[in-house]
Nanobody, 121 residues
Framework: HVQLVESGGGSVQAGGSLRLSCEAS????????MAWFRQAAGKEREGVAA???????SYYAESMRGRFTISRDRPNTVTLQMNNLKPEDTAIYYC????????????????WGQGTQVTVS
């Protein structure tokens, strides 16, 4: 069983930065894909970025390129650096792990964290 715990959310003014972290416990290793999703109030959850194993190949949802950077310093820790934040980035950000299927499909991910709130004003 894998548990994911996100941290680093908070409130920031537009143009500011935040760094989110997700730490996984349980049976997870560098071969497990990990990702960040987000869900704004009244909207569906959407993919932000994902990172693979080995050399840490990263993937970004098209609309997330440029301001968001995903990294994986250790097999069980993934971070999301968010720069030049905008009010529309306000959402709950979720960490996900163990992907089987479409990269940006909720149903393709086995494990989810509880989420961390990011508010940009």
């Amino acid at each position: 069983h894998v548990q994911l715990v996100e941290s680093g959310g908070g409130s920031v003014q537009a143009g500011g930065s935040l760094r989110l972290s997700c730490e996984a416990s349980g049976t997870i290793d560098s071969s497990t894909l990990m990702a960040w999703f987000r869900q704004a109030a009244g909207k569906e959850r959407e993919g932000v970025a994902a990172i693979g194993a080995g050399w840490g190949t990263s993937y970004y949802a098209e609309s997330m390129r440029g301001r968001f950077t995903i990294s994986r310093d250790r097999p069980n820790t993934v971070t999301l650096q968010m720069n030049n934040l905008k009010p529309e980035d306000t959402a709950i950000y979720y960490c996900a792990a163990d992907h089987r299927g479409g990269l940006w499909q909720d149903s393709a991910w086995t494990y989810w964290g509880q989420g961390t709130q990011v508010t940009v004003s």
